[in-house]
């Protein structure tokens, strides 16, 4: 298979895992926070293991420290500018300010279509750094931490998902059209990133250690800025952290099982 159709390929795969994540909504209409946070935590372990394994760790192998460190340097602020040009929401559960066992996510307002698109716009915002990490792993030559990547990122898509299907539920969409509408959220712009992540390395020679960095150094920001807080607001912040540890875990293993 052509390089440009495999990266093609395991991008759309990782990034429609968002579906993934709506399929909850067939057989309930509510989840609990405990359940939500801890999702929310393994997903934020498996993708600060692939920031270290699969990003930062190769970019010093193939060129220096210097360079790995411009990228982060330049990278997790982008994101934070990002963040603020594209407006997103959180979720509560029921207006509480603390969880409570039974606790329920529900919307803050009453304005759930408008929630629905800029939990949307935020999750699709968070998946271009990651498609962009695929295609300069692959336009490096760098085929296992590609993949490697894109483990880490299907996996870590699934709770993006269900943190955008909730929302959209409410909204009055079939249960189709949210499933639609959520795998779309990473399977358009994550293929994308990750053809220009890859056009750029081919036209751009020895661009990986900057442009790992780079994609490293934003997924640490939505970890700490995004993840983790929203994991450890309502209670559950054990859960959160025993689950991000078990992510973590889960990272070095398929690092470790590809030889990354």
């Not at 609990?32 to 999702?39: G, K, L, P």
């Not at 407006?87 to 996510?105: F, S, Y």
């Not at 009453?110 to 929630?115: C, G, L, P, S, W």
């Not at 990986?208 to 559950?236: C, D, K, L, N, W």
């Amino acid at each position: 298979m052509e390089p440009v159709l495999t990266v093609l390929l395991v991008s759309l795969l990782a990034g429609c895992a968002t579906g993934i994540g709506a399929l909850p909504i067939l057989v309930t209409e509510s989840v609990s926070h405990r359940v939500y946070d801890a999702a929310l935590g393994l997903a934020a372990g498996i993708m600060f293991g692939a920031a270290v394994f699969a990003l930062i760790l190769p970019g010093m192998e193939i060129g220096s420290l210097a360079e790995v460190l411009v990228g982060i340097l330049l990278g997790g602020p982008f994101l934070l500018v990002a963040n603020r040009a594209i407006p997103h929401v959180h979720l509560l559960i029921n207006g509480r300010k603390t969880g409570e066992p039974d606790a329920e996510i529900e919307p803050e307002d009453a304005d759930t279509t408008r929630r629905a698109l800029l939990v949307g716009g935020s999750i699709t915002l968070h998946n271009v750094p990651e498609g962009l990490a695929i295609g300069i792993a692959f336009g490096s030559g760098l085929e296992g931490v590609g993949v490697a990547l894109a483990i880490a990122i299907a996996i870590q898509n699934v709770p993006d998902g269900f943190a955008m299907a909730i929302p959209a539920s409410r909204t009055g969409l079939s249960d189709a059209k949210t499933i639609l509408y959520t795998t779309l959220s990473g399977g358009v712009p994550e293929p994308v990133a990750a053809l220009a992540g890859f056009a750029l390395v081919a036209v751009v020679t020895q661009l990986f250690p900057v442009a790992a960095g780079f994609a490293a150094g934003t997924m640490i920001a939505v970890i700490f800025r995004e993840m983790i807080p929203q994991s450890h607001g309502h209670g559950y912040a054990d859960e959160a952290t025993l689950t991000f540890l078990v992510g973590f875990a889960i990272m070095l293993f398929v690092d470790t099982a590809l030889a990354v």
